[in-house]
């Protein structure tokens, strides 16, 4: 940057930028003060000569050619300095403006002094040039003085002296000038690079709060005494969405509503201190909505202890995400604890489904045949339990010793949707579309039949009883991304179920494990592909229906093997 190189003496070419523009009004105002300078020159000496009666062609040609110099650099040179350093850049400015003042001094023949036209190019060079510049103009001008005291000497009677000194203190002054106008020029440009710097440093800063406050599951409104929001990011405009297209600036106080937050505010105003409580807001036609806020204000400005520019920061969390963060946690750690214990329930479980099978034979009353089938049903619901808390262990095991084969996705999909629905011909129906066209991915076979079987049950027990209300599809498209779908008509799940579905342990329904999405979501990792939930519409014999689509990217096969079926893979235990 140009006012940069001020202070390194060398500068690249001229590119305007906002810390180089009080540099840029300087020139400028130089440039238009040559051109009145010449101007008044030319007034005066055309008034001179018709009063005096006495007519001098270069006394009017000087003026009027130094004129049409700074009218053109006015017009042709005012888009950027020249260079800062020394140097021929400078002869159109400094250089004309030395050489006709020179000529003006020399050709007059009055009482008139035209020295003092010199301290504009010290200014201009001192300002707006180096150090080396300043006090190269400054001595070409104080040569120009002593020539002239020197010359003055040979065509007048006297003593010279006073002259030289007139000329050296003049010069000296000359030098002063530039010294301590430079100086002020060097702190302007530091000043401004230390502006432009912090000025750079609060936009990134700004950029980066806007960047995290927009990005946050918690909702945050800034809000003024006036109960104004200032400003909302989308999480908090979510909690408040009741409102058609609501974006700020708005009034806490148009909704009623939102009357627990309007409150809150000013209770934070007038006690000065931060504040925490929970509200509810109740807007009709709408569930209820509980949040936990917590309230600060801006700090106080000491200087001037303006008041009215304080604001209210408002952070306000979902009760309802809050709770499920808590109910996760809490069986995360229940789960850790709960698969010791399944792990050492198995034997007494196993005694007691073979003493009931050995019970049951020796029955022969329908009640208690009752009892017996009670009994077994649910010990095979406590072994099925078992399993699946236990299965956490197998698959970290299995993903740690299990090598991908390369398996055709069309041929594999369609022998486990065959299997699947053979176990339950007239309930399981479904539309099968493999669209893959033979493509292959890496994936254990086993493991790819325990990912579809569990999502296709998670399916059925959500859909309709309609013919086409669950698809499995297979896909490649141009770019080799192949991919796996199970979709059915279920209803949408809630946002707070929807953002937990692939954690352990984690369920919408209280008889459930919460480890079959989790248990999908490990084995998909381990073979570099991703399991992802959307809400997607497909067609259907009743047009298009939105529904629940669970989504298995691979990654793209590097090499081919012999094809793994499900035939030839052997389990791993």
Not at 208 to 215: A, G, R
Not at 251 to 270: K, M, Y
Not at 291 to 305: D, F, G, I, Q, S
Not at 434 to 447: K, M, P, T, Y
Request: a neutral charge; proline letters at 5%; aromatic letters at 8%.
């Amino acid at each position: 940057m140009w006012s940069r190189n001020i202070l390194q003496d060398t500068r690249p070419p001229f590119s305007p930028t906002p810390e180089d523009l009080p540099f840029l009004r300087l020139w400028h105002g130089f440039l238009t003060g040559r051109v009145m300078v010449a101007l008044a020159l030319l007034l005066l000496q055309a008034i001179g000569q018709v009063f005096s009666q006495q007519v001098d062609p270069w006394m009017l040609a000087v003026p009027l050619a130094y004129l049409l110099a700074t009218l053109l650099l006015r017009v042709f040179g005012c888009h950027a300095p020249p260079a800062p350093q020394a140097g021929p850049q400078w002869l159109p400015s400094i250089g004309v403006d030395l050489l006709a003042v020179g000529l003006l001094q020399w050709l007059h023949t009055g009482s008139m002094n035209f020295t003092a036209l010199l301290g504009l190019p010290v200014l201009m060079g001192a300002v707006l040039g180096t150090l080396m510049l300043a006090w190269g103009t400054t001595a070409a001008a104080t040569l120009l003085l002593l020539g002239w005291a020197w010359w003055q000497g040979q065509y007048s009677s006297g003593d010279s002296a006073p002259r030289y000194l007139q000329a050296a203190l003049t010069g000296t002054g000359y030098f002063i000038v530039a010294f301590l106008v430079h100086q002020l020029s060097t702190r302007l440009v530091r000043e401004s690079q230390a502006a432009q710097h912090n000025r750079r440093a609060a936009q990134m800063q700004r950029q980066v709060s806007t960047l995290v406050i927009e990005n946050l599951n918690d909702g945050v409104l800034v809000v003024d005494q006036g109960n104004m929001v200032r400003m909302a990011n989308p999480a908090a405009l979510r909690l408040l969405c009741h409102v058609p297209d609501l974006l700020p600036p708005f009034s806490l106080l148009q909704e009623a509503a939102w009357q627990p937050l309007c409150l809150l505010a000013q209770r934070t105003f007038v006690q000065g201190l931060a504040q925490t409580a929970d509200a509810t807001l109740l807007s009709p036609g709408h569930s209820p909505v509980g949040l936990h806020v917590r309230c600060w204000l801006t700090p106080l400005h000491k200087a001037t202890e303006d008041w009215e520019q304080r604001l209210c920061v408002m952070f306000l969390h979902d009760l309802r995400e809050l709770e499920a963060h808590l109910r996760t946690e809490k069986l995360a750690a229940m789960g850790r604890m709960s698969a010791a214990v399944a792990h050492e329930i198995r034997n007494p479980l196993a005694a007691i489904v073979q003493a009931n099978a050995l019970l049951d034979e020796d029955l022969h009353d329908p009640a208690q045949k009752r009892l017996t089938q009670m009994v077994q049903q649910n010990a095979e619901r406590l072994a099925r339990i078992a399993e699946d808390v236990l299965d956490i262990a197998r698959v970290q095991s299995q993903i740690a010793y299990t090598p991908a084969a390369t398996l055709v996705l069309d041929e594999v999909a369609a022998q486990i949707w065959r299997d699947w629905q053979g176990h339950d011909p007239a309930r399981r129906l479904a539309v099968l579309a493999l669209q893959a066209d033979n493509a292959l991915v890496e994936f254990d076979a086993e493991h790819l039949r325990r990912v579809l079987v569990n999502l296709l049950d998670n399916a059925l027990r959500y859909m309709s009883t309609a013919p086409d209300a669950l698809q499995l599809l297979t896909h490649s498209n141009a770019a080799r991304q192949v991919s796996v779908q199970v979709w059915s008509d279920g209803a949408p799940l809630d946002q707070s179920v929807e953002r937990h579905l692939f954690e352990p342990f984690f369920s919408s329904e209280s008889r459930s494990s919460g480890l079959g999405l989790y248990i999908c979501r490990e084995l998909c990792e381990r073979h570099g592909a991703s399991i992802s939930y959307q809400r997607l519409q497909r067609p259907t014999a009743h047009g298009m229906i939105e529904g629940n689509a669970f989504t298995v990217n691979f990654r793209q096969a590097a090499r081919k093997e012999r094809t793994a079926t499900v035939f030839n893979h052997q389990p791993v235990a």
